[in-house]
């Protein structure tokens, strides 16, 4: 679990990207789940607050961000791009 945090948005997209793309193609035998620290204090940590590294998608609730997923949510806006 990844909680990003830096002066500026882009920054924060930015590093949420890095960590995307190490992700990706990888075989891990647990979910990575990362969001924003403004997110998290604005939504709090139930709230639908965290994105899966693997599968993508908009920001979902802890408990859905950690279900297995099928690959075709959709790609959240400005992570994975």
């Known amino acids: 679990m990844f909680v990003f945090t830096a002066r500026s948005e882009t920054t ?3 590093r ?11 075989w891990l ?4 789940l ?16 965290w994105w899966n ?11 859905v961000a950690l279900q297995p997923g099928t690959g075709e949510l959709e790609p959240a806006p400005g992570i994975g791009a």
């Open 12 to 14: 924060v997209m930015n």
């Open 16 to 26: 949420s990207r890095e960590v995307l793309s190490w992700i990706k193609g990888r």
């Open 29 to 32: 035998d647990f979910p990575v």
């Open 34 to 49: 990362g969001t924003p620290l403004s997110r998290l204090e604005e939504r709090g940590p139930w709230g639908e607050t």
């Open 53 to 63: 590294a693997e599968r993508g998608g908009s920001p979902r609730s802890l408990d």
